[in-house]
């Protein structure tokens, strides 16, 4: 292992947290998961967007914050790797998708006083899929608040990861990984080759494997 605080990032339904938790039971990692039953906002979100999206994404914000400032009150990343499911700026990204101009001006004041607190992962493992193999997976996990998830939103969303991981390529190593071309969930072969990467040392950039 090459590093000491992983992100597992991805779409809505592409397998993010399967993948966090298998990696940090192999490496007796500290696990970071996001909690999204914990939101009240979220079923009423997918329903009425507009009316919801502002308490959402603020409540959204505040639990992760509240996640990696225990992570890190706990010293946590003095001798062991931490793992999370979420990028701590995704925040900033679905908001900037979801809100009104006037609400996400308010959301980023509020956003940028706390960013510059956190730690930034050493590596950002980002699970690319096609539209269809999303909806697959959303569609099989059952929760009902995400039946009404359009492809058009997905898509959005997908473009608002690569739009900021060009922006913090500079200072990031981030690794796209095709994930509906792989089972790492079924097969051995394909989460060892995940495995792998994680012991090689990346320049900063957009790496795709």
């Known amino acids: 292992m090459n590093y000491q ?13 399967t993948l966090a938790n298998m990696l940090a039971s192999d490496f007796d990692a500290e696990l970071v998961l996001e909690q999204f039953a914990d939101n009240p906002f979220l079923p009423n979100f997918y329903k009425d967007p507009d009316k919801y999206a502002f308490p959402l994404e603020l409540f ?47 959301y980023m004041r ?20 096609s539209i269809p193999y999303l909806q697959n997976n959303i569609k099989n996990r059952g929760r009902t608040y995400e039946n009404d998830i359009t492809d058009e939103y997905l898509q959005q969303i997908e473009n608002a990861y690569f739009k900021h991981f060009r922006s913090i390529k500079q200072q990031s190593k981030i690794l796209i990984v095709k994930a509906d071309r792989m089972d790492f969930l079924n097969s051995e072969i394909d989460y060892l ?15 795709i494997l």
């Open 110 to 129: 509020l956003f940028q006083m706390i960013y510059a607190q956190l730690p930034k992962p050493d590596v950002i493992i980002y699970l690319h899929a």
């Open 5 to 17: 605080f992983i992100t597992i990032e991805g779409n809505i339904g592409a397998g993010k947290t």
């Open 60 to 106: 959204f914000m505040a639990e992760r914050y509240q996640q990696l400032q225990e992570t890190l009150q706990q010293d946590l990343f003095e001798n062991n790797i931490l793992i999370s499911d979420y990028l701590f700026s995704k925040s900033q990204l679905f908001a900037a998708n979801n809100l009104s101009d006037h609400e996400f001006d308010l």
């Open 193 to 207: 080759g995940i495995k792998k990467m994680l012991t090689k040392d990346y320049k900063p950039g957009i790496h």
